[in-house]
């Protein structure tokens, strides 16, 4: 069963700590994203990488970074926590050519205190 | 710009009830892909369907239709027959050809027995 995991289900961190949300598929995909979730605000792109080392900002991308050494693991990266990150935070991966067939993690509820 | 509007953002049904989900887009692109997915309280985001911009012809898959009309922007998602499983937060989505998927806010949709 193909999937994409993400590697905690819940997390708390105070504000001002340096946070690794990390990712990984195992369907061999070009690409890979990170959402945010919000209520009312639906998901919203925060990065993502079509090939190895590759990143590029989405919408939202103040206050984050990413890496991606590997095809199959793509890391969102909280510099310096602050609460107004606190949110579900969503990983998914696609081929290049998918048109938006995307594989979702189960999301990391994230919450900053 | 891209735009994805779900302007109900929750609606309680009795079970066994038809409901319909809204879903206006706006894109400048004449080639484009719309999806809908459906996040149940596991949290991962579940694909349910994708129709590109030249396939006006509406579907149907069990009790789920969907109704695509470009004329209105429109990409209406129907559950006919609601039962409780069907409870779940859906995000219709919008992805042009520059590969990102673009979603609206979600609706959450309560089927109560």
């Known amino acids: 069963d193909v999937k994409v995991t993400q590697s905690s289900r819940y997390l708390v961190k105070r504000t001002g700590e340096k946070v690794f949300l990390e990712c990984v598929q195992d369907?061999?995909?070009?690409?890979m994203f990170w959402y945010r979730q919000d209520p009312g605000l639906g998901l919203r792109l925060i990065y993502f990488?079509?090939?190895?080392?590759?990143?590029e900002k989405g919408d939202i991308p103040e206050g984050y970074s990413v890496s991606r050494e590997k095809k199959e693991r793509f890391s969102l990266i909280l510099e310096s926590a602050s609460t107004n990150q606190t949110s579900m935070y969503l990983c998914?991966?696609?081929?290049?050519?998918?048109?938006?067939?995307?594989?979702f993690g189960s999301g990391t509820r994230l919450t900053v205190v | 710009a891209q735009k994805v509007t779900q302007a109900q953002t929750e609606i309680s049904v009795v079970e066994k009830e038809d409901v319909t989900l809204d879903c206006v887009y706006e894109?400048?692109?004449?080639?484009?892909?719309l999806f809908w997915y459906k996040q149940p309280p596991s949290g991962e985001l579940v694909f349910l369907i994708r129709?590109?911009?030249?396939?006006?012809q509406n579907e149907i898959s069990g009790r789920y239709s969907w109704n695509f009309q470009k004329s209105t922007s429109s990409f209406n998602f129907t559950i006919t027959a609601s039962q409780v499983v069907d409870s779940a937060v859906y995000f219709c989505?919008?992805?042009?050809?520059?590969?990102?998927?673009?979603f609206g806010q979600g609706t959450e949709l309560s089927v109560k027995p």
């Open positions: 129709r590109n911009s030249f396939d006006e």
């Open positions: 990488s079509y090939d190895v080392k590759m990143k």
């Open positions: 894109t400048r692109d004449t080639t484009y892909y």
């Open positions: 369907m061999d995909h070009e690409n």
């Open positions: 998914a991966s696609s081929l290049v050519y998918s048109r938006g067939g995307y594989t």
């Open positions: 989505a919008l992805n042009n050809q520059g590969g990102k998927l673009i």
